[in-house]
């Protein structure tokens, strides 16, 4: 790590380091985890958006203070924060990784019964998340399928019955 500017820097080397150790601590996919990174900051540290939010997972300052982020503009707490939020959502949303994806980008308000909020941004950018989440994972990846319709949506698959994640491999058809 160096200083530049006052703001902490990693290698990349680093930064997926920490995204395979809060991937783990947190019960998370690493792949989900760079996948929400590519969307929310395209890998950019330092990024802040129009609303504020700031970083590689692009947190803002009272979803940080929630999290007991100390540092937002510090990577490797950012993204600690960031999985850690997605975990808390994952369990909300009972695994539906659409649900929680939605209330990531649009607040746990804008997120209402059991579906996606029809908001544009919205449901681009989960589309997006999936798209890369589909991306980074290993070549013989398992299929995330919704149990409750068998319907596939990305990497593991989602008990409605559990609130953690099981994955299970799955054949593409």
Known sequence: MSDFEGQPRYSKQEIH???SYYAKRYRLDPALLRAVI???SDFRPHVVSRKGAVGLMQLTPDTAATLRVADIHDPIQNIRGGAKQLRRLLNL???NLSLTLAAYNAGINRVKGRHVPRIRETRVYVRKVLKYYRRYQPHQSPAIVDSRKGAEIGSIILSPSSESLAVAHAERA
């Open 38 to 40: 590519k969307v929310e």
């Open 93 to 95: 949303y009972k695994g």
């Open 17 to 19: 380091r920490a995204i």
